[in-house]
């Protein structure tokens, strides 16, 4: 069983969420052509500019109808994404206004400028992963580059490319990260906490009455408490190494997975099914 778990966790992570997460994170970025092409677009345009006004005034209310209200500190509401579904349907009608409408009014300019600033604001990632799983993969890494005896091996590329998935995706988006700070209460990981507890525990002083007197330092209690700590740090960490690729699966699952949509589905597609009808 753990075998399985480690072989899933290392070709999963290192050779599915990496591909996986690089093409999320470039599907993400929202796509503004320049004055020049957006010129070029309306030249080429199958749709008079009327109607391509009319498209972007509706995927415009479709997506505010869409976004949530939230109140600021001042008791200012605005719109904004608070989760994936919205996120995904903000990203297909901007893209379809920025790439194929193209809308000449001033007013529905503005307003798209508006809704790509949100997007693109609330859509960055930030780092959230573990300095001690990272840690603990380095060290594995380094463990068994110097004790395998053939340097550079197969197991050393797939562990590797394991940990660069995982801090890839070890990066939720700025409103996932500001919805888990609420839940959470602004607590660090339970990692750290259990890594942090280990190596305090290592350090534990002990003391020791004599005679039913003074008490003294019992340093033989110590170092063996230390020695017992520091083992089952070292094992923890062993695990925590071992363990980075199916951390990078779940990570992925949890940071990217609500953001992906099929790349396969035409702006003029997507319209016919989410705004017309």
């Known amino acids: 069983m753990g075998e399985l778990i480690l072989l899933i966790g290392y070709l999963g992570g290192g050779f599915v969420v990496f591909p996986l997460v690089i093409i999320t994170m470039i ?38 109808e869409k ?53 693109t604001g609330r859509m960055k990632r930030i780092f959230t992963g573990s300095g001690w799983i990272i840690t ?5 890494g380094v463990l068994f580059y110097f004790t395998g005896g053939r340097g550079f091996s197969f197991f050393l590329i797939v562990h590797a490319a394991a940990l660069l998935s995982y801090l890839l995706a070890s990066r939720p988006t700025s409103y996932t990260f500001l919805k888990r700070l609420e839940r959470s209460g602004g607590r660090g990981g339970c990692i750290s906490g259990v890594m ?11 003391y020791v009455s ?32 071992f363990l980075t690729g199916l951390l990078a699966i779940i990570n992925f699952l949890m940071n990217f997975s609500t953001s992906m949509s099929l790349p396969f589905i035409s702006g003029n597609s997507w319209y016919q099914r989410k705004i017309k009808e």
């Open 136 to 140: 603990c993969s380095v060290l594995l």
């Open 27 to 64: 599907r993400e970025r929202l796509s503004v052509p320049s004055a020049e092409k957006q010129a070029l677009i309306r030249s080429n345009a199958v749709l008079d500019e009327d109607e391509r006004n009319f498209r972007a005034s509706l995927v415009l209310g479709k997506i505010e």
């Open 67 to 119: 976004l949530s209200s939230v109140e600021d500190e001042d008791g200012t509401e605005w719109l904004t994404i608070t989760k994936g579904s919205q996120a995904r349907f903000m990203k297909r009608g901007l893209d379809y206004i920025n790439k194929e409408l193209v809308p000449t009014d001033i007013e529905l300019v503005k307003r798209t400028i508006e809704f790509n600033e949100v997007y």
């Open 196 to 206: 942090g507890g280990l190596l305090m525990g290592s350090g534990e002083k002990h």
């Open 210 to 241: 004599v005679n039913g007197g003074s008490w003294e330092r019992d340093h033989e209690s110590e170092a063996i408490s230390g020695l017992i700590g520091l083992l089952f740090t070292f094992v923890a960490a062993m695990i925590l190494g």
